[in-house]
């Protein structure tokens, strides 16, 4: 396939002449009026009907000009991507990420990407409500959860699992063999939740359960929560990402680990745009590499 060909032929749709056409490309109408007759021996049917007055595209024209444009369009975005791909990131990356995935995983990265690129700057705005990207300003937030459905662009780069936890002084305390023998036991809901009491269980395909917790104490941070149940306050749940230290330490203990919560996503959410700059995609790259290099497979708090 030559390309140029889809872009005379298009070219001429969109100029309704060849002289007009070629006046536009800046070659003569006699290369337009080649490669377009070209183009229809290609394709095997007449593309162009042509008068003494103006050039017409025939039905099947109409429709391959839709295309030509989708085709050409792409070409162009690729070139473009390559191009920005080569640019070194600068100016001010704006990130927004929840309070408890943003301290544990995004600040680390963040340290890296200003000690790589020293000429972008990071600004990092930590917290559980969902910003609006478009009038915040944010290049690219980070959202841990269930994503609603939006026309926001986003990209799944991992996942988290979530765990009934206490510290481990508490856990001397009761003993419990199933889900439901947790619901009488003091609890810390984490107010960030759409559903802070309500947790459903499952142990392989065929059982599930559903609790509800009773709240003993209410917190809408998540840092905080853990602080609390650290602090031996009750049972909560929380992201395996933020309890994963606690636990290989033995200062928190998963509850009931043979059965599972449910697990989430962790996503870059972009403004609506065609394009991302350097400072953006190259973070997500650093992001994306470092949560392989820990093994972060799961999620935080819910959206």
């Known amino acids: 396939m030559n390309l140029n060909r889809l872009a005379y032929f298009a070219a001429v749709v969109d100029a309704g002449s060849f002289t007009r056409a070629a006046e536009r ?35 099947a024209g109409r429709t391959f000009h839709a295309r030509c444009l989708q085709v050409l369009q792409q070409a162009e975005d690729a070139f473009d991507e390559l191009a920005q791909a080569a640019t070194e990131p600068t100016g001010t990356l704006r990130i927004a990420a929840p309070n408890d995935y943003g301290t544990s995983a995004v600040v680390p990265v963040v340290a890296a990407f200003s000690a790589r690129y020293p000429a972008c700057r990071v600004e990092l705005t930590l917290g559980d409500e969902t910003i609006d990207l478009a009038s915040g300003g944010m290049d690219v937030a980070i959202r841990v959860g269930w994503l609603a459905d939006s026309s926001l662009q986003a990209r799944r780069i991992g996942t988290f699992r979530q765990f009934m936890v206490c510290g481990a002084e508490f856990a001397g305390r009761f003993t419990a063999g199933e ?35 009773q709240a003993t104490i209410t917190i809408d941070a998540t840092p905080a929560v ?28 998963h509850i009931l680990p043979e059965w599972q919560l449910p697990s989430g996503g962790i996503y870059t959410v972009y403004p609506a745009a065609r394009f991302r700059p350097p400072k953006v995609t190259r973070f997500v790259e650093m992001l994306i590499a470092a949560e392989q290099k820990e093994g972060l497979v799961g999620e935080g708090s819910a959206l």
């Open 179 to 213: 889900p439901q023998d947790l619901a009488g036991l003091p609890f810390v809901a984490n107010m960030v939740l759409r559903e802070p009491l309500l947790w459903q269980f499952s142990r392989g395909d065929a059982e599930h359960e559903a609790v509800r917790m």
């Open 226 to 253: 853990l602080a609390a149940v650290r602090a031996g306050a009750g049972l909560s749940v929380l992201p395996d990402f933020l309890v994963r230290d606690e636990l290989a330490a033995g200062r928190l203990v």
């Open 25 to 59: 490309l800046g070659i003569t109408k006699a290369v337009v009026s080649q490669q377009v007759a070209r183009l229809e021996r290609d394709v095997g049917t007449t593309l162009l009907i042509r008068t003494t007055r103006r050039v017409h595209p025939t039905e």
